[in-house]
Structures are given as C-alpha cells and as structure tokens.
C-alpha cells in the first residue's frame, strides 16, 4: 500500500503521461457513448483500454529517474515490490473508468441491445484482464526503451493494434466471446482472460529481470535518462 | 559482519576494461570505509554494486540488508513533492513511517533554509543534498552507502555531517563512503581506488 502510495504520488506529480491518457479517455468515452449503445462497443473500448493501461504502465515504470529509483528501492527494500506497485498503480488509474461506463450503462439501462448481467460481468472481468495485461506490456516497455518515449510509444501502438487480431489474448481472443446473452463460448473467453493474466505476469517479471540487467540504478548512461 | 566484497568485478560490456577488478572489502558493523580516486576511477560504480543497484559481473557480495540508506551521486526527486512528501512516502515505503519525523530533525540539523514545506524542484543544489542525506540517515540501518555526500554542502552542513555519521557510526551503523574531500576520514579507513583496484590509503 506504501508502494502505491508512493507512486501514485509521483505518478500524479509528474504529469508527463497525461496528454495521451486524456486522449485515450476521451477516445473511450466517445467510442461507448456513440450510438446506438450496444455491449459490442466493449470491442473496441477493450482496445482503446490496452493502449490506455500500457502507456500508464509506461509512464510509471519510467516516471522516477535512476538515482531516485535506487533510493525508493533501498528503502523498500526490493525493486520487484516497486515494480508491482507502479503495475497496480497504472492498473487502478486505467481500469476504472471503462468499468464505470460498463456497469452504469447497465444499471441505467442505456443498451439498446439489453445484454443480461452475466453478460456485462463477463465483458466487464474481459476488461480488468485486459487492464492488467496492458499496464505490465507497458511497464516491458518502459524497462527496454525508458529513455525513449517516442519509440516506445509507437511500439505500444503497434502492440495495441496487434490486439486486434483475432487470437491475441486478452482482446483479440476474449471480444468475440462477449453477446448480449452470455460469453459464447465461456471457455473461449475464460482462455482469453487467463492468456491476458499469464501474459501480464510473463511481462512483468521479464521487466523486472530486464531492468536488473540492463538498466540498474545508474548504468553510465543512467545520467542521461530524463524524467 | 555488516557487509563483504570477495572478488568483485566489474566491465560495463563484454570487452571492456574492467573498472572494478577481483576487489575485496570488509566492512564490520559500527565501521566505516571511506573510498578516495579520481573522477571516473569507478567510485560510484563500486558504490552502485554494493547496492546490487548494477549487477556484478563475478565475484560475491555477503551481507547486504534488504533496506539500507543510499545516497546516489546524482538524483532527481520528484520536482512539485514538498520536502515533507517526500520523506514521509520513503519512510512509509521502508515501513517505518514515525522516521519521516526523525529525517526533518535531521533536515533542521543539516541547515535546510527553505523548510519542510518547500517543493522540492525549488531547491539548490546544498538543499537538496541535505534532504537526499535526511532520508539516507533517517532510519535505523546497519548500512548506509553514501557517494559523495559533502557535494554541495557548506562548511555547516558538512561539520553537521560529520556529527551525524559519528552517532550513527556508534549505533553500529556501517559505512561506505566514496568522496573526493578527506573530512570524514578520521571516522574510519581510507581507502584509495586506482585502475579498478582498492588500495588502503596511508
């Protein structure tokens, strides 16, 4: 909670992820409220939610510079923790809002499709994957390319648009699943939102090992990273 | 034993020349090392492994604590987070949130002008040395890694320094110190980095 804290903190400080979050967002908002409101939208807001989730995986992963990284980590005592709570923290400021447009649209009874709320639960757990897998892609990224924003940006548009595709876990698998009457078939979408969670782990400790390999708290290029 | 370097090495790329090369240092609890060299000899570098903040590339490191003080050579806290934040959110990261009251005393003692208040990307470059070594000294560790500490600090803050490593120092606080300045080397051994090699200065 601490580690949370702490990054969030920082996070919020910093300010530098916000432009294209916001982006992001408005996007998401426009692509659920442009009618009619059918739970097929989740489809493309899934994808708009990875991009989301990864570009704040990045933009935590990235928002401390070295030397304050390695005395973050002196003080909590193992970088893997702090890698995992700067996950969470862009898992918890990715997730919400599309849950919120989900389930109020629900409650509120603005689908002109009807879907049942098993239905809406199962697109709902789709997303939470989908949140989980994008911020740890993100926070890959961020352990590769931490001094190039660009680039990284653009490799994560490429992963976002390669969710697209039909097999890809979580989105690409999970959306076709997702009808108005239930997730057809359930074990497609149950694959799909656990490919999404392994997947999300493999990141995040590949990150984990990367940055302990590659980019410590001060290689001889460590000065020259810029938060 | 607080801490124990055996054999370590370091090169930056395969075939690169080694800048830390087979070095072997102990460092009893209640002591301190104080590591002399010039600009570029591999001070940080030594200090950095030490952290296992760089990974070695042979050798062996025995003794390190989970949870240390560290000072980096360079470091930029976040910019808008007030002095205060700031030492409140690492002494809750090391799970000891009262130390957040004991690194303000310590801020007060080393002569932070501004106050706790002050953001910190307002602060000079002394300030923010004195705030980074604040968080370093704040807990109770059994090891402190200190590169350059003196850097920025006036003639004050450093006697302070030294005040305040000598206590910790009886706490049985071990030290590692790389600084260019010789003030702390009467609290403990001088050690003189030189082409990747450590040598006990005289």
Redesign the interface.
Known sequence: MAGLRYVLAIALRTQRWAPPAIVLVGLIAWAWFAPPLMLSATNFVALLLFALASWLGYATATAEDPGQEAIAVSNYGSYGRLALARWAAAFLLAAPFPLILLFGSYFWHAFTDRPTLAAVGAAGLLLLSTAACGAAIGALVGSLLPTRPAWAAALLFIAALGEAAPAIPPVGLGNPTLTPTGPEPLSQLILAIGLGLILAAAALTLASWWHRRARPGGSPEAGQHSS | MALELRGVSKR?RPNAPFVVDQLNLSLPDGSLATIHGANGCGK?TLL?LT?E???LTSGRLNGLP????????????????TAQ?YLS???????SPGAAKTGLELTERLGLSPGPSARLGTLSRGNLQKL?LA??LM?PVSLA?LDEPLTGLDAAASATLHTLIAERLADGCAFLVATHEADLDDLGEVYLLSDGHLSRSA
């Open positions: 930056y940080s950095r952290g903040f760089l990974r989970a949870k240390f003080g560290y000072l980096p050579d360079r470091a930029l806290p976040p910019a808008r987070m934040d959110h690492l002494a809750r990261l090391a799970g980074l968080q370093a807990r890694i």
